[in-house]
């Protein structure tokens, strides 16, 4: 299982810095998904690259 997730790279005290948005079974639909959300969030907000959106393996499901 792989895990869609989105890192904020300004980290606030007291907040997480990692945030799951979404769980797909394979690798190519998870970076399709990264790419769409990548490119909107890259249109709405040009100036503020305070984050990372990436596909993850899932430890718990990786074997």
Known sequence: MW???MVLL???PG???ITVLNTYATS???QI???RIGF???AA???DRD???ACQLNPKHSS
Do not use: H, T
């Open 45 to 47: 907000y040009p100036y």
């Open 51 to 53: 984050f990372l959106i």
């Open 40 to 42: 909107e969030m890259a």
């Open 28 to 30: 190519e639909e998870c």
């Open 10 to 12: 300004n980290i606030v």
């Open 3 to 5: 895990l869609l997730i």
């Open 15 to 17: 907040l997480d810095n």
């Open 33 to 35: 998904e990264r790419n």
